[in-house]
């Protein structure tokens, strides 16, 4: 659909758990984000890789935790996370190596985590 | 941080009427983008309007900017059920760092 896919859609883990979000692209794109979308407050930037190399990391806890292995795929790995976590985490890519400048964003309908 | 503020926070209309939202922001731009985002989706990219721009079109969607106000407008015409959706402007730094966001404004288009 949008070319941007991400897994799981749903995600409902405890406290102590660990797991990761997995976001793909499919667009050939050199720059790939993650947001965190809670209720009432506007789109929070969490993470910005271009060309695999992290450009912008937005004072995130380090219980959040990304990993870009390629221009393709970032991850997420989350662990000991709080219920003020719980939120819609969507990641997004654009072509332009240096952030979303003069490009659009492209999002996947990304991962609902609720926090127990 | 630099932000785009959506005003109204919500709309309700009736299809067929035009929808107008209105974006504020507080310092220089690049460029100002409008979102779309349907329930429990992403967002989609709507239409970009550069700094020197004032208005662009794209189908029922007309974009005003007017950067002595710092502000803009999205104009939906005509509108149908399907508009129903919350709506973002989203700026970038003069430097051409990532887009910050606004809260959005919730369109409701009853039939």
């Known amino acids: 659909e949008t070319g941007v896919t991400q897994t799981p859609r749903h995600l409902v883990m405890g406290m102590t758990n660990k797991k990761s979000l997995k976001c793909e692209q499919h667009?050939?794109?050199?720059?790939m984000y993650w947001y965190k979308q809670s209720a009432k407050k506007p789109l929070e930037l969490m993470f910005v890789?271009?060309?695999?190399?992290?450009?912008e990391n937005n004072s995130v806890p380090s219980r959040f935790s990304p990993e870009c292995p390629n221009s393709s795929h970032l991850f997420l790995h989350l662990h000991t996370l709080q219920p003020e976590d719980s939120a819609l985490y969507l990641c997004?890519?654009?072509?332009?190596?240096?952030?979303?400048?003069?490009?659009?964003?492209?999002f996947g309908n990304g991962t609902r985590l609720t926090v127990t | 941080s630099q932000q785009g503020e959506e005003d109204p926070q919500a709309l309700s209309i009736q299809e067929g009427e035009n929808a107008t939202m209105n974006c504020s922001y507080k310092?220089?731009?690049?460029?100002l983008q409008w979102y779309r985002q349907n329930s429990g989706r992403g967002l989609v990219h709507l239409i970009l309007?550069?700094?020197?721009?004032r208005e662009k079109h794209s189908g029922r969607l007309r974009v005003t900017l007017d950067t002595s106000k710092k502000s803009s407008s999205l104009l939906i015409t005509a509108s149908r059920a399907a508009d129903t959706a919350s709506y973002f402007c989203?700026?970038?730094?003069?430097?051409?760092?990532?887009?910050?966001f606004g809260k959005g404004t919730t369109l409701s288009v009853s039939s």
């Open positions: 997004a890519s654009s072509q332009d190596a240096q952030g979303s400048y003069n490009s659009p964003l492209h």
């Open positions: 667009l050939g794109h050199n720059a």
């Open positions: 890789y271009s060309l695999e190399e992290r450009v």
């Open positions: 310092t220089s731009i690049n460029n």
């Open positions: 309007i550069r700094s020197n721009e």
């Open positions: 989203a700026t970038d730094a003069a430097a051409g760092t990532a887009l910050i």
